[in-house]
């Protein structure tokens, strides 16, 4: 069964790009790898999904290798408002069934 | 657009009795996952159901099941329930099952005591 870690957490100053990098092995062959945000008391936010190479929408970039093993968000000029834990989620197959899997998340602070 | 919701929000069981939760998913989304969260153990998958039939399922024992009605609203029950299963139980929504982009709702916040 695929088992997604990523670091536990990251400081970073205001202005600066963010990299989190989530490992993934097994994946399932033709799933997507999607990142979330989630602040206290809320449920996870969508930021991004990809399946392979790069890809970029108007809140952050996603860089896969080839081989898929590890994805790497990327959030350019954090601010403030970015402080929050952020988790991949990839599929796997097992057992018969399509399971969702969450990364271990990374908590990212943003300094002043 | 109205958002997932989740009730109810907050509820405190004891050892050994049920409950039930309720989420009303995205209108037009056909598909509510479930998960449970807990500091220990992280963003955890329950179950996905589309179309009223459930189509994956985490690894989590019996006593956790769900529905899913006509109108794509979705229920879940934790029977017999035990102190390791206080956790946030957050409901997902998207148009398809096994497309990985979620919708979540604000979840409901289980304590037992």
């Known amino acids: 069964l695929a088992k997604t870690t990523q670091p536990i957490s990251m400081d970073s100053y205001e202005g600066q790009e963010v990299n989190i990098t989530c490992s993934h092995n097994?994946?399932?062959?033709?799933?997507?790898i999607t990142w979330y945000q989630q602040f206290p008391s809320q449920g996870p936010r969508f930021i991004i999904q990809?399946?392979?190479t790069k890809v970029t929408n108007e809140v952050a970039s996603l860089f896969i290798p080839a081989d898929r093993k590890s994805s790497t968000l990327s959030l350019p000029r954090v601010s403030l408002s970015d402080t929050a834990v952020y988790y991949c989620l990839v599929g796997a197959y097992a057992s018969g069934t399509y399971k969702y899997i969450f990364g271990t998340g990374t908590r990212l602070k943003v300094l002043a | 657009k109205a958002g997932v919701t989740q009730t109810p929000r907050y509820l405190i069981k004891t050892r050994g009795q049920q409950v039930t939760l309720s989420c009303s998913p995205i209108?037009?989304?056909?598909?509510v996952s479930w998960y449970q969260q807990t500091p220990g153990q992280g963003l955890q998958f329950l179950f996905e159901y589309f179309s009223e039939t459930q189509r994956n399922k985490g690894n989590f024992p019996g006593r956790f099941s769900g529905r899913q009605f006509s109108n794509s609203r979705s229920e879940m029950n934790v029977s017999t329930l035990e102190l390791g299963d206080s956790a946030l139980y957050l409901c997902?929504?998207?148009?398809?099952?096994?497309?990985?982009?979620?919708?979540f709702g604000e979840g409901s916040r289980l304590t037992v005591l």
């Open positions: 997902a929504s998207s148009w398809g099952a096994n497309t990985g982009e979620l919708f």
């Open positions: 097994n994946i399932a062959t033709n799933d997507y």
């Open positions: 209108s037009g989304h056909r598909s």
């Open positions: 990809g399946y392979k």
